[in-house]
């Protein structure tokens, strides 16, 4: 083996030294030819007008995926953004994706830019798109489960050798496949875990089959090159995959909410209620993810979490912004790092014309809206709301606490003390749904 000092990747010559082939030519060969497909766009004249950029972004993935995006040298990151400025601007994917892959060496490194959710967004932003956040969020935790039998497919010497262990595995994709309705059938999908620990490596690629997949069409490609991890740790891809299954679920949580405002406001508390109720079963697939994070040992959390200072879930613009639907925060939670680190939904919620579901309520009941059965139904569903997110945040401050002990938040709070106060907030503090 050699190391090319340029890219500071290790080149490999396909033998070790007892002469037998070395288990890391596939890694480093597919790694040393990414960086000349990088190359080679940085001095072409132009990039062919029907290509929109994907199989320069792929190359650029294999390369961050064998070196961690902290890591990149500098010369890649200087022929990246040359590739940006000369082919970025008609190639809206292409300029989103090298956007969050430079993001921490233009100073620009934050949750959004980390979870690459300006590429994915641009995915579910189409009239053709059939990609609902309820579908994306399926297709995420699948291909965690697609990474993870792969990975374990692979040899034990080459990339991922601090992959979980044979029990954690099982764990962890018995956790993820809750997220998926899988086409394997449910008896099969539960039986998965154990057949992955029964089953010959060079046949676990098979039982990843009847998972869904991207739609075939050539925007649905770029879901593949949407994970961008800071390291080379193997645990840091489904980390990232599981916060962006987060973002999804809490994108669909927003727009159901705003369907319940709308039933409000069309004087129906009974259709509200079911509304709610079906936000309640959201919130707790939402929880579940957690479950699936915890699979991670603390030490490979640390690992990669070293590089990821400045990105936080606190800036997850989603999160706050079903809080701030549900109804205005109180001033001391508008005004703290929560509220700050949004500062686009702060505004929204300080608008004094922002409708919020405590509003229409309110309203609603005291213009003497329809009958009690309706009421009765919405103030238990409310309830259960309330009462579910108060288990998410448990259960976040739990995981918090194991994972990162007094040690501050990426996002500069003082960490698990932080997640401590949150659990004094209700997110319909200002209703007595209790009567
Ligand atoms: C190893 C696991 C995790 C740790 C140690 C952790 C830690 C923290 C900490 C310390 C904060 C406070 C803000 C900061 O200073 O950064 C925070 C905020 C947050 N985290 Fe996590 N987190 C973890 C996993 C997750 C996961 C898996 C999710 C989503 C499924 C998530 C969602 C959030 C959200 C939405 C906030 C903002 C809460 C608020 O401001 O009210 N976190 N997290």
């Known amino acids: 083996m050699s190391t090319d000092p340029e890219s500071n990747t290790v080149e490999c010559a396909g033998k070790t030294a007892g002469g037998r082939a070395c288990a890391l030519r596939d890694a480093c060969g597919s790694r040393a030819s990414a960086l000349r497909e990088i190359r080679r766009w940085a001095t072409a004249d132009r990039m062919p007008e029907e290509s929109d950029g994907i199989s320069l972004a792929r190359s650029v993935t294999e390369h961050v995926r064998g070196k961690g995006k902290h890591f990149l040298s500098d010369r890649v990151r200087v022929m990246l953004s040359d590739i940006r400025r000369r082919h970025g601007v008609d190639r809206p994917f292409l300029d989103a994706f090298l956007d969050c892959v430079l993001d921490k060496h233009e100073g620009r490194f934050q949750n959004r830019t980390y979870l690459a959710l300006p590429v994915l967004e641009l995915l579910m932003d189409h009239r053709d798109a059939a990609l609902s956040a309820d579908r994306m969020s399926t297709l995420l935790m699948a291909d965690v489960v697609r990474f993870e039998i792969e990975a374990a497919a692979g040899s034990p010497a080459g990339s991922g050798r601090d992959r979980p262990d044979a029990a954690t595995l099982s764990t962890r994709l018995r956790h993820a496949l809750r997220l998926v309705p899988t086409g394997l059938g449910a008896p099969e999908a539960d039986d998965l875990p154990s057949r992955l620990a029964h089953t010959p490596r060079s046949r676990l690629e098979g039982l990843a089959d009847g998972l869904p997949r991207p739609p075939a069409n050539d925007r649905a490609r770029w879901f593949d090159v949407t994970v961008q991890p800071v390291s080379v740790v193997h645990d840091e891809y489904f980390f ?89 925060p109180t001033v001391p939670r508008l005004r ?100």
């Open 240 to 328: 990232i995959r599981v916060l962006q299954t987060h973002e999804m679920h809490f994108t669909a949580m927003v727009e159901s909410v705003k369907k319940v405002i709308g039933a409000l406001r069309a004087g129906n508390p009974e259709g509200a209620a079911e509304l709610v109720e079906r936000v309640v079963v959201m919130f707790e697939r939402a929880a579940t993810l957690f479950r699936v994070v915890a699979t991670m040992r603390a030490e490979q959390f640390s690992a990669f979490r070293q590089y990821t200072q400045g990105a936080s879930a606190i800036q997850s613009e989603q999160y706050k912004r079903f809080e701030g639907l549900c109804g205005v």
């Open 336 to 435: 703290s790092s929560a509220f700050t680190s949004v500062p686009v939904v702060r505004a929204e919620s300080e608008d004094p014309g922002h409708d919020t579901v405590t509003r229409a309520y309110r309203e609603l009941r005291n213009a003497g809206g329809p009958g009690r059965a309706g009421w009765d139904r919405l103030d238990t569903a409310i309830s259960r709301l309330e009462s579910g997110h108060q288990r998410w945040k448990s259960a976040h401050r739990g995981l918090a606490a194991r994972m990162l002990g007094d040690a501050h938040g990426s996002g500069y709070t003082d960490g698990v003390p932080y997640l401590t106060r949150c659990l004094e907030n209700r997110l319909f503090w200002q209703l007595d749904t209790s009567a």
